[in-house]
C-alpha cells in the first residue's frame, strides 16, 4: 500500500507544473494568475530563474571609529624629556611621555620610535619606558595610530642626548 503511494505521488508531481496566465481587464490593469482566463495568453517562466541579492558589509564599531579619529585634525607632543635635554643614567634606562590633543575619548594606539626605527609593540598608554639605550645622541617620535595600525598623528622629532658616566 506504501509504495502504491509513494509511486502515485511520485507520478502526480511529475504531471503538475505551474502554468502561469496573463491578462489585461477592461480598465487596463494587468493580471496574473494560474487560472485560464478570458483573452489570458500563457507566460513562459525561465527554468533558471535566479534571484541575487548583494547586502552591503556591516561596519563595525572598530570601522566608526577609525573613520572619526581619522577626520579630525590630531596632534602628538612629547612632553618629556624636553628637546635636547641631556638624560642621565648608567643603565641607558628613561621615560618618554607623550600627549595628543585634541583629547581623544575612542581606543587608539600609540608607538615610539627611537632614531627612525619602532622600539616594542604599539601600546594603549602615552608613557614609554625606555631601557638599555646606548648613549649618544638620539631623536624620538611618538606615532598616533587606529587599532588597525593606521599612524593618524605623529609627533614633530626630538631630539635628546643619553649621558652614561664611565667606571676608571
Not at 595628543?100 to 619602532?118: F, N, R, S, V, W
Not at 639605550?133 to 593618524?152: C, E, P, S, W, Y
Request: aromatic residues 6%; glycine residues 6%; charged residues 25%.
Amino acid at each position: 500500500m506504501r509504495s502504491l503511494t509513494l509511486i502515485g505521488l511520485m507520478l502526480f508531481s511529475m504531471l503538475a507544473q505551474a502554468v502561469v496566465y496573463k491578462w489585461v481587464d477592461k480598465d487596463g490593469k494587468v493580471h496574473y494568475s494560474d487560472e485560464p482566463q478570458p483573452n489570458a495568453q500563457i507566460v513562459e517562466l525561465k527554468d533558471k530563474t535566479l534571484n541575487q541579492i548583494s547586502l552591503p558589509q556591516p561596519k563595525t564599531d572598530i570601522d566608526d571609529v577609525n573613520q572619526a579619529i581619522e577626520s579630525i585634525q590630531y596632534q602628538v607632543n612629547i612632553t618629556a624629556p624636553n628637546e635636547e635635554e641631556t638624560v642621565r643614567d648608567n643603565n641607558g634606562d628613561f621615560e618618554v611621555v607623550a600627549t595628543i590633543t585634541p583629547e581623544l575619548k575612542g581606543q587608539y594606539l600609540m608607538a615610539i620610535k627611537l632614531d627612525g626605527k619602532p622600539i616594542g609593540q604599539p601600546q594603549v598608554g602615552n608613557i614609554f619606558q625606555l631601557k638599555n639605550i646606548d648613549r649618544g645622541q638620539h631623536t624620538l617620535v611618538v606615532d598616533a595610530m587606529t587599532q588597525n595600525g593606521k599612524v593618524f598623528a605623529s609627533s614633530p622629532p626630538r631630539k635628546i642626548f643619553l649621558h652614561q658616566a664611565t667606571k676608571r
